[in-house]
């Protein structure tokens, strides 16, 4: 039998157990730095050097934390239902918890690109895209073409390659479940515009959630916990 479709779209609150900061959180990455200067792309060509070493220390951050048990739940899904990832985390924990399909919508921390390749609507011209693994990128680092390096990260004012990808992810779901996402950022936060009218969708955040649909179903929870719930509830659904 055909298994049923899992839609999980997520936020920086899935990694947020794993010791990863949020952006919008008291405290989060966003009071700490100007996000129009470590994370636009007027930003990066105003001071590469300050761009690289914030994006340095998170690729440093996630090297050394571990999938939570939200990711290993995620990723657990996958024995009983058809699953894609929709991610706007830039962290790899959920490859590391065991997904095998996942959708960066805001690019990825391991991964590098030349700066003047960045605004092509084919996912970047993947051939251009390099791991890095967890190496610093510096000042001076080259691409075969001579081209400085910058981080493989969707900054505000660039657009996001993968979005159409997900909205047809998203179209066919049984079930969408969104998890840790403050929804303030679009085109990600209207993904679950894409929902069929008879697809459930489940939120897990332990703040307030901003959205009005009578398909929504809030569990008002930390990501670890509400993942608990969530199986709990989507074994009598599907
Ligand atoms: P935010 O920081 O905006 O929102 C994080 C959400 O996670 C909030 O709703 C929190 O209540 C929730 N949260 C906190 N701790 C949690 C936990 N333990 N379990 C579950 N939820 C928890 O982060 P995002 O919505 O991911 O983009 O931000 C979206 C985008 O804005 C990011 O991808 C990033 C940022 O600017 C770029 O940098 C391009």
Redesign the pocket.
Known sequence: MKKKKIVVLT????S??SGIK????SN?L?ENYP?EDV?SIEGWYRDRALVLAFYNARRREVAATQPNA?HLAIASLEKDYDVTVVT???DNLHERAGSSDIIH??GEITKVRPENCYNERDGFSVKHVKDIGYRDINIGDLSDDGVQLRPH????GEPVPNIEKAAEEVEKADCMLI???????YP?AGLYLYAGSSTSIYI????DVPLRDSRICHIK????H?MERFIEIIKKEL
Not at 153 to 156: K, S
Not at 179 to 185: L, P
């Open positions: 936020g920086a609150g899935v947020a157990e949020t952006f919008r959180d989060g966003w996000v994370a939200a706007q985390n830039i919508l805001h990260i969707v900054w505000f998890v840790g996402t403050s929804m303030q950022v990600a897990i955040d332990p703040k929870d930390v990501a670890t509400g």
